[in-house]
């Protein structure tokens, strides 16, 4: 399973963003996509998560700014992220939690920056 995230770049503070992330190879099974971010020395966090029933979940941070949703047929989902702030500068992984496995995106950089 691969997972393929285009997108990031710099935006300036208020501005938006949207990352897509597609899933490729034998997936079946799936519990959820979503996104996560994760500064130097800090933990990965949760930024939004996307079940296969299409229930969200966001984090504090991001409620009111970011909206989750995916196109089951094309194994991809998207992250529309408005208001951006500098705070939300960081890099941004792609998640597929399946039956089989947790899979990861190879991360792609957000900065918010005037």
């Known amino acids: 399973v691969q997972l393929v995230e285009p997108g990031g770049g710099l935006v300036q503070p208020g501005g938006s963003l949207r990352l897509s992330c597609t899933a490729s190879?034998?997936?079946?099974?799936?519990?959820?996509m979503g996104w996560f971010r994760q500064a130097p020395g800090n933990q990965r966090e949760l930024v939004a998560t996307?079940?296969?029933?299409?229930?969200?979940n966001y984090a504090d941070s991001v409620k009111g700014r970011f909206v989750i949703s995916r196109d089951s047929a094309k194994n991809t989902v998207y992250l529309q992220m408005n208001s951006l702030k500098p705070e939300d500068t960081t890099v941004y992984y792609c998640?597929?939690?399946?039956?089989?496995?947790?899979?990861w995106g190879q991360g792609t950089q957000v900065s918010v920056s005037s």
């Open positions: 998640n597929l939690n399946t039956w089989a496995g947790n899979y």
């Open positions: 190879g034998y997936i079946f099974s799936v519990y959820s």
């Open positions: 996307i079940t296969s029933g299409g229930s969200t």
